[in-house]
T-cell receptor
Framework: EAGVAQSPRYKIIEKRQSVAFWCNPISGHATLYWYQQILGQGPKLLIQFQNNGVVDDSQLPKDRFSAERLKGVDSTLKIQPAKLEDSAVYLC?????????????FGPGTRLLVL | RKEVEQDPGPFNVPEGATVAFNCTYSNSASQSFFWYRQDCRKEPKLLMSVYSSGNEDGRFTAQLNRASQYISLLIRDSKLSDSATYLCVVYNNDMRFGAGTRLTVKP
């Protein structure tokens, strides 16, 4: 079974530029998550989708971050404009149903460096 | 106070040692509990769920104390391959991760 795919794997940009990340979840997984993991910290949930609807985006900095999952499969996360403190690994995860006792499967992440 | 707190370590132990990690959480309404493992520069992977009665998976034992809002992970007979960061995760409408405890097992 194919896992969660993410691209690009690495991205270096200058502050105030824009950047977009792409995620393809495991086939059939209705729930998709975007996390931000800053060095030395645990992942922090940014947004959770159930199919193509947003379930939770309370920790998403909406002035600069946006995400969509138009057809309920792939998702993109955008940062516009980027700040230095956005340097982190952006992890996408998916699960069959919202995670209560259901395992979340993580992709390899996109490592972002903002200069 | 952080929602999920862990001792950051690092824990440096010899092969064969027994090591225990602790985690506390602040939200008494939390519903589910997990330990994830994250290797250096890799994504987190589920190690085990944590049940109220305690549960064991080979050399790994997880325990939950709801009254004290405390979760533990015990690793017996440590292997070199156990070297990783162990993330305590608490679920209450969404997953909240601790910062992780780093373990290095040395020959």
């Amino acid at each position: 079974e194919a896992g969660v795919a993410q691209s690009p794997r690495y991205k270096i940009i200058e502050k105030r530029q824009s950047v977009a990340f792409w995620c393809n979840p495991i086939s059939g997984h209705a729930t998709l998550y975007w996390y931000q993991q800053i060095l030395g910290q645990g992942p922090k949930l940014l947004i959770q989708f159930q199919n193509n609807g947003v379930v939770d985006d309370s920790q998403l900095p909406k002035d600069r971050f946006s995400a969509e999952r138009l057809k309920g499969v792939d998702s993109t996360l955008k940062i516009q404009p980027a700040k230095l403190e956005d340097s982190a690994v952006y992890l996408c995860a998916s699960s069959l149903v919202p995670a209560a006792r259901e395992t979340q499967y993580f992709g390899p992440g996109t490592r972002l460096l903002v200069l | 106070r952080k929602e999920v707190e862990q001792d950051p370590g690092p824990f440096n132990v010899p092969e064969g040692a027994t090591v225990a990690f602790n985690c506390t959480y602040s939200n008494s309404a939390s519903q589910s509990f997990f330990w994830y493992r994250q290797d250096c520069r890799k994504e987190p992977k589920l190690l085990m769920s944590v049940y109220s009665s305690g549960n064991e998976d080979g050399r790994f034992t997880a325990q939950l104390n709801r009254a004290s809002q405390y979760i533990s992970l015990l690793i017996r007979d440590s292997k070199l391959s156990d070297s990783a960061t162990y993330l305590c995760v608490v679920y209450n409408n969404d997953m909240r991760f601790g910062a992780g405890t780093r373990l290095t097992v040395k020959p």
